[in-house]
């Protein structure tokens, strides 16, 4: 899905303001200043785009993490070019929706969303929940790459007698 913003609506000094982006694959919440350090003063629009990525595209490794749960991509493209976007001073959020299988549920810190970086390395993405009451998993990003669902399960044996930290530390250690 590619949506085209005027570049006035990106690059404005308030981050207050917030552009909500919804599609089927996703949606994306970027600050009004998503673009602020960037000189887009040569263009009028700018696109984002959020698509599905092919899970066949991906190392063994990777295919084997990710299994069939959602990968996307997501990318700026000024002028009809693609471009890379990050900014550590911005942070978009995104949600993708994600229906958890019975054992997913059991545990629904052991979901997260994991960034899979150039050279196919999976990095797991600390902000990363799944939000039950949406059904969606949620995540912030300061650069758009490719990133995706992913069951982590983590426990330890010692934290059997601490039944009421068990689950934040399994989550914990799932990021």
């Known amino acids: 899905v590619e949506v085209s913003l005027p570049k006035k609506s990106v690059n404005k000094p308030t981050p207050d303001n917030k552009i909500e982006i919804v599609t089927p694959i996703g949606n994306i919440t970027l600050p009004s200043d998503f673009l602020k350090d960037k000189d887009v003063s040569d263009t009028d629009v700018v696109s984002l785009i959020i698509s599905k990525v092919d899970p066949s595209t991906l190392n063994a490794a990777a295919r084997r993490d990710v299994g069939n749960r959602p990968i996307i991509h997501l990318e700026v493209k000024e002028k009809g070019t693609h471009r890379a976007w990050n900014n550590p001073d911005t942070?978009?959020?995104?949600?993708?929706?994600?229906?958890?299988?019975?054992?997913?549920?059991?545990?629904?810190?052991?979901?997260?969303?994991?960034?899979?970086?150039?050279?196919?390395?999976?990095?797991?993405?600390?902000?990363?929940?799944?939000?039950?009451?949406?059904?969606?998993?949620?995540?912030?990003?300061?650069?758009f790459s490719t990133y995706t669902v992913a069951v982590v399960d983590k426990t330890f044996a010692d934290i059997a007698a601490y039944a009421w930290a068990k689950p934040s530390i399994e989550a914990l250690a799932a990021r």
Do not use: H
């Not at 929706?97 to 810190?109: D, F, Q, S, V, W």
């Not at 979901?111 to 902000?127: C, E, F, H, M, N």
């Open 91 to 143: 942070v978009v959020r995104i949600a993708i929706p994600y229906k958890p299988t019975a054992k997913e549920l059991a545990n629904p810190g052991s979901i997260v969303i994991q960034y899979l970086d150039t050279a196919g390395r999976v990095i797991p993405l600390p902000s990363g929940m799944y939000d039950a009451a949406t059904g969606t998993v949620r995540f912030e990003v300061k650069q």
